[in-house]
């Protein structure tokens, strides 16, 4: 019997989705961090209220595939 789950993992596999422009650039976690803090000047390890950044919320937003600019600009995902 074919699920729903199922379903969705094969119309992935079909057309995967497309990546950001930006993707094959800043692709690993810490390259991303480093484009952000050079575009930011300062370190983003700091308190989300506070400071502005914080590594929980550059993670989150890094996952949900937010350019170095978007996060750099104040741009957080919902």
Do not use: H
Request: hydrophobic share 35%; with cysteine; aromatic share 12%.
């Amino acid at each position: 019997m074919v699920t729903e789950d199922m379903r969705a993992i094969e119309m992935l596999l079909r057309a995967p989705p497309k990546l950001p422009e930006w993707y094959g650039e800043f692709n690993s976690w810490d390259t991303w961090c480093d484009a952000v803090e050079q575009l930011l000047g300062k370190d983003i390890d700091g308190d989300e209220e506070r400071d502005g950044t914080s590594l929980d919320s550059a993670y989150e937003s890094w996952r949900a595939n937010f350019s170095p600019a978007e996060y750099a600009a104040g741009k957080r995902p919902a």
